[in-house]
């Protein structure tokens, strides 16, 4: 049982370039999200999903893109990255049948943008 | 507007002691309070849940509060040590809100000294 998985744990991008973060789950969880956490602003939701094929804003959205295909996964997208998306980026899971049931966190992707 | 604040930045206390952190919230309406652990360069990890009609909750040397007329979560450790060190971070819903959906404090990074 791994977890939450994400993919790449580093990566350094020029600023306009494009890529994806992904995350996966095992748990058979409904629900993922994506974070970032910056210093001195804690953690901040980016998007969410409450099931396959359904995909949500959260409180900084912009700049991003998600999509679950499929349960387990959930990608973020960065079309063009800018130098304010230098972050640390963390992908979470829960169950959806029963209300306040903790989040599963991963272990993170630290992403420079130059 | 809503704001999660969480007691200063750093704690710093002996070995032995009771470390006390302090959640308050403003302007959400929670139906439950988490507190997660956070170690350096990882992913958060969910400690306890509270919810809105339990006033205690303990596991092993950790108790949580929640009073929710003052709006306001306290998070014990009791006889901490070294490995306590951490930064701890308190997490609430808001009735209204997706169901899942967590919002979280800054952080109180403690330390624990021998």
């Known amino acids: 049982n791994a977890g939450v998985t994400q993919t790449p744990k580093f990566r350094v991008l020029k600023t306009g370039q494009s890529m994806t973060l992904l995350c996966a789950q095992d748990?058979?969880?409904?629900?993922m999200y994506w974070y970032r956490q910056d210093p001195g602003m804690g953690l901040r939701l980016i998007h969410y999903?409450?099931?396959?094929?359904?995909?949500a804003k959260g409180e900084v959205p912009d700049g991003y893109n998600v999509s679950r295909l499929k349960k387990q996964n959930f990608l973020l997208g960065l079309e063009s990255a800018a130098p304010s998306q230098t972050s640390v980026y963390f992908c979470?899971?829960?169950?959806?049948?029963?209300?306040?049931?903790?989040?599963?966190f991963g272990p993170g992707t630290r992403l420079t943008v130059t | 507007s809503q704001k999660i604040e969480q007691n200063s930045e750093a704690l710093n206390i002996q070995e032995g002691k009771t470390a006390t952190l302090t959640c308050n919230y403003t302007?959400?309406?929670?139906?439950?309070l988490q507190w997660y652990r956070q170690d350096p360069g990882r992913g958060p990890v969910f400690l306890l849940l509270?919810?809105?009609?339990?006033k205690e909750k303990r596991k092993e040397r950790l108790k949580v509060t929640f009073d929710t007329t003052l709006k306001q979560s306290l998070f014990h450790i009791t006889a901490s040590q070294p490995a306590d060190s951490a930064t701890y971070l308190c997490?609430?819903?808001?009735?209204?809100?997706?169901?899942?959906?967590?919002?979280f404090g800054r952080g109180t990074q403690l330390t624990v000294w021998p």
């Open positions: 979470a899971s829960s169950y959806l049948d029963r209300a306040g049931d903790e989040q599963y």
């Open positions: 748990m058979n969880h409904e629900y």
């Open positions: 999903s409450v099931g396959e094929g359904t995909t």
């Open positions: 302007n959400y309406s929670p139906a439950y």
């Open positions: 509270i919810r809105e009609n339990e």
């Open positions: 997490a609430l819903d808001d009735r209204g809100s997706t169901l899942g959906r967590l919002y």
